[in-house]
T-cell receptor, first 113, second 114 residues
Framework: EADIYQTPRYLVIGTGKKITLECSQT?????MYWYQQDPGMELHLIHY???????EKGDLSSESTVSRIRTEHFPLTLESARPSHTSQYLC????????????FGQGTRLTVV | LAKTTQPISMDSYEGQEVNITCSHN???????ITWYQQFPSQGPRFIIQ???TKVTNEVASLFIPADRKSSTLSLPRVSLSDTAVYYC???????????????FGAGTRLAVHP
């Protein structure tokens, strides 16, 4: 079983609010990822990290930011939420030596009203 | 990062064997082939990975011909619960450049009917 957790599972928030989506894993994985996915649509990589103090932008431009201060923790922050940010956000992690086998969290479904 | 091509959608019936083929003509020597399954409102789940010939686990089989330019995910005797999107990814499983991004394509949407 994958030990990667995302909170909250669901979030409804007003426009202009600052939000942080939490992602934690207990597997000691170096690599972590954030994806954005609308219902029935493709997964888009928005951020990834090789390890502590490493963060990279993914293939889809995003107004969100991430940090990686601890191996197990990879939070995603939106400074000012907008309705266009409404989506599902999925966090994943993988080992460096086997980085094609990733484990995903349950996701956070964000609705900005 | 090798580009992959797979059918957008497939339909099947309960009890049938389903084969989903993925083309990856530009696969590199060190690349592995990995398949994921995603149910609605959930994150993808790793199913199987292989380098050449045949790999089998409790969920599926993966067939890779000698030239490795394609691969086939085989799901034996599908049930309604196998309805999902299946993604084929190709890249170096070791620590290397492009594949660190772990990019998913559109996948194949499999619908299993009663």
């Amino acid at each position: 079983e994958a030990d990667i957790y995302q909170t909250p599972r669901y979030l409804v928030i007003g426009t202009g609010k600052k939000i942080t989506l939490e992602c934690s894993q207990t597997m000691g994985h170096d690599k972590m990822y954030w994806y954005q996915q609308d219902p029935g649509m493709e997964l888009h990589l928005i951020h990834y990290s090789y390890g502590v103090n490493s963060t990279e932008k993914g293939d889809l431009s995003s107004e969100s930011t991430v940090s990686r201060i601890r191996t197990e923790h990879f939070p995603l922050t939106l400074e000012s939420a907008r309705p266009s940010h409404t989506s599902q956000y999925l966090c994943a992690s993988s080992r460096t030596q086997r980085n094609t086998e990733a484990f995903f969290g349950q996701g956070t479904r964000l609705t900005v009203v | 990062l090798a580009k992959t091509t797979q059918p957008i959608s497939m339909d099947s019936y309960e009890g049938q064997e389903v084969n989903i083929t993925c083309s990856h003509n530009n696969i590199a020597t060190n690349d592995y082939i990995t398949w994921y399954q995603q149910f609605p409102s959930q994150g993808p789940r790793f199913i199987i990975q292989g380098y050449k010939t045949k790999v089998t686990n409790e969920v599926a089989s993966l067939f890779i011909p000698a030239d490795r330019k394609s691969s086939t995910l085989s799901l034996p005797r599908v049930s309604l619960s196998d309805t999902a999107v299946y993604y084929c990814l190709v890249g170096d499983s070791r620590f290397s450049g492009g594949y660190n991004k772990l990019i998913f394509g559109a996948g194949t949407r499999l619908a299993v009917h009663p």
